[in-house]
């Protein structure tokens, strides 16, 4: 049985095909069909009647992790053949090191023939002493397309070229131009994803509601358009996650924009990509239709950036206030509670208040969520008629206020990163004396290594904020979500009856919570609405504007009063 076992491997012989872009598609010989074609007349010329194929297409040569090459070595050790043909050495790989194990270890000690066809290699006719060479050459072929892609794609990403596949939602324009149109099938989902998102309901419960109504998640909705995508696996499936949500929500994509240069690799012997700082990148603005109003985008991710504390009430659900009040005294988000007797009653306090020795606040701030309702729904009303009743008026608040705060920030952001690199160049020179004390002896080398330590952990933080600001302050010049935007916004809720978690995400940024205070012998609350975009605004007193005479009766028996506060 054994010597039949034996009989059947000389007879069996494998051919190996691999055809990927590094090849460069060097001429039709390459192609896998050719290649089979000759390794199978070259094989059965050489008396191999029993022939093993093994395919590896599309994938790089500088990389031995290729599941058909994985699987015809492990046949090797399994004494399945005794022979190997490619139709040259480079298609076994480009990786010399690797290659050169192969060729001169594993082969041999297995006794297996290698014909490289091309190479004019075939070991039972003698070693031939130019494969090493072949194999360097082989690697440096790899190195060279590798850098002229390098290059090639720096100056398309530079030209506004999407580097990458398009995002869930888009897809290749099937003009065969590089641009990217609207999947409207799947922009669907991603405008429901938006749009829930504005109305308060969380990326768990979105995953969960998308999962119910068994929509595919993207990779699964592109097998089953027949889209290859790196990662895709043959079996559907219905089941989102956060994260898939999260992703989704960041990507700046559906606003119409091109961001290249994201990702990079770190040599063209490892294909994993890795996450390219910011300021690195490349972003082309409104080069593909829009799915997402950037307005919309914006202000998601202004919420999304935030750490909130999201209490729920006695039902389960979340306050549609909570992340968005500040204690205007020492700035803490304001926390959401219930009375625990009548649960009717929801309210806000400062969460600096009162925290035994890290208090940090002196007063509790504490407003009512009836009161804060009626509030806010009336001032976002007195804003609606402002914009339709005095549009001229509306738009000169609305315009100089946004450049103002922008500016603003934008000066605040600017005298901080001075600050920090003037410290930066301070602690190099603080580096430097140091170091030339130590060489002179003037301190000790305990001295020395306690200092340094001291400066180098200064430093770092230091270069970090300066990297953030940096970051921040190009941001902001490049920043679209202008005041036409904020205007717009406004506008479709002239008709608002009630208050909506969606109508506070789209409106408003934060509302600064000021102590109730005795005027005139009234309790009176003051908030002051910073609204995205533009900031607190005071909404002037005109004929046609309704007032906000906004009052609740309190438990302790006192009526709490509105007053209004532009900042």
């Avoid at 004019?120 to 070693?127: A, K, M, P, S, Y």
């Avoid at 603005?285 to 829009?290: A, G, I």
């Avoid at 020179?429 to 952990?457: P, Q, T, W």
């Avoid at 995205?532 to 009052?551: Q, Y």
């Amino acid at each position: 049985m054994r010597q039949s076992s034996n009989k059947k491997r000389e007879v069996t012989a494998s051919l190996y095909l691999r055809l990927s872009r590094d090849d460069n598609l060097d001429g039709e010989s390459y192609s896998i069909g050719n290649q089979k074609k000759l390794l199978t007349a070259v094989a059965k010329e050489k008396g191999y009647t029993n022939l093993l194929i093994y395919i590896d297409d599309g994938i790089s040569g500088v990389t031995m992790n290729r599941p058909d090459y994985i699987r015809m070595i492990e046949d090797f050790e399994n004494n399945k053949s005794s022979a190997l043909f490619v139709k040259d050495l480079s298609r076994i790989g480009r990786n010399y090191i690797e290659v050169g194990k192969l060729t001169e270890e594993f082969l041999p000690e297995h006794d297996i023939r290698l014909v490289a066809v091309s190479d004019n290699i075939d070991t039972q006719e003698g070693e031939n002493e130019l494969a090493p060479i072949k194999n360097l050459f082989n690697e440096w072929y790899a190195r060279d397309i590798s850098k002229k892609r390098r290059i090639s794609n720096k100056i398309k990403g530079n030209a506004g070229e999407p580097m990458g596949m398009p995002p869930y939602g888009y897809m290749k324009n099937p003009d065969g131009s590089k641009s990217w149109v609207v999947d409207e099938e799947a922009a669907n989902v991603v405008r429901r994803i938006f749009d829930m998102t504005l109305e308060g309901v969380g990326t768990h419960q979105i995953a969960d509601i998308l999962a119910s109504e068994n929509v595919l998640i993207p990779t699964s909705y592109w097998i089953s358009k027949g889209i290859g995508r790196p990662g895709s696996k043959t079996a559907l499936s219905c089941e989102w996650k956060s994260s898939t949500i999260v992703s989704i929500l960041s990507k700046q994509e559906y606003c119409g924009d091109v961001l290249n240069f994201k990702t990079y690799s770190k040599s063209y012997k490892n294909k994993k990509r890795y996450a390219n700082d910011r300021e690195n990148w490349v972003i082309f603005k409104d080069v593909h239709e829009p799915i997402i109003d950037r307005a919309v985008w914006e202000t998601i991710q202004e919420r999304r950036s935030r750490k909130t504390r999201k209490k729920q009430k006695a039902d389960g659900e979340k306050n549609m206030f909570s992340g968005l009040l500040v204690c205007a005294d020492c700035g803490s988000n304001l926390w959401y509670h219930f009375n625990q007797a009548n649960h009717d009653i929801q309210y806000f306090n400062c969460s600096g208040y009162n925290k035994g020795n890290r208090k940090i606040c002196n007063s509790t701030h504490y407003i009512r969520v009836d009161f804060l309702e009626k509030v806010v729904l009336g001032e976002i009303r007195r804003l609606t008629k402002l914009a339709t009743q005095y549009e001229s008026e509306f738009a000169k608040i609305v315009m100089g206020h946004s450049i103002k705060a922008a500016e603003q920030e934008r000066q605040l952001k600017q005298k901080e990163l001075n600050s920090l690199t003037a410290r930066d160049k301070e602690l190099d020179n603080l580096f430097e004396h140091l170091y030339e004390d130590n060489v002179c002896g003037k301190i000790s080398d305990d001295r020395f290594a306690k200092m340094s330590v001291k400066y180098e952990s200064e430093q770092k933080e230091v270069s970090s904020r300066i990297k953030e600001l940096q970051t921040e302050l190009e941001s902001e010049k490049s920043k679209a979500v202008t005041s036409d935007m904020f205007m717009a916004s406004v506008r479709k809720y002239t008709r608002a009856r009630k208050l909506t978690p969606r109508m506070l995400n789209e409106l408003i940024e934060k509302i600064e919570v000021h102590q109730s205070e005795k005027i005139d012998g009234k309790t009176v609350q003051r908030l002051t609405i910073h609204y995205n975009c533009i900031g607190a605004i005071e909404i002037p007193d005109l004929d046609k504007l309704p007032e906000n005479n906004v009052s609740v009766h309190t438990r302790q028996g006192v009526d709490v009063h509105y007053a209004a506060c532009a900042s």
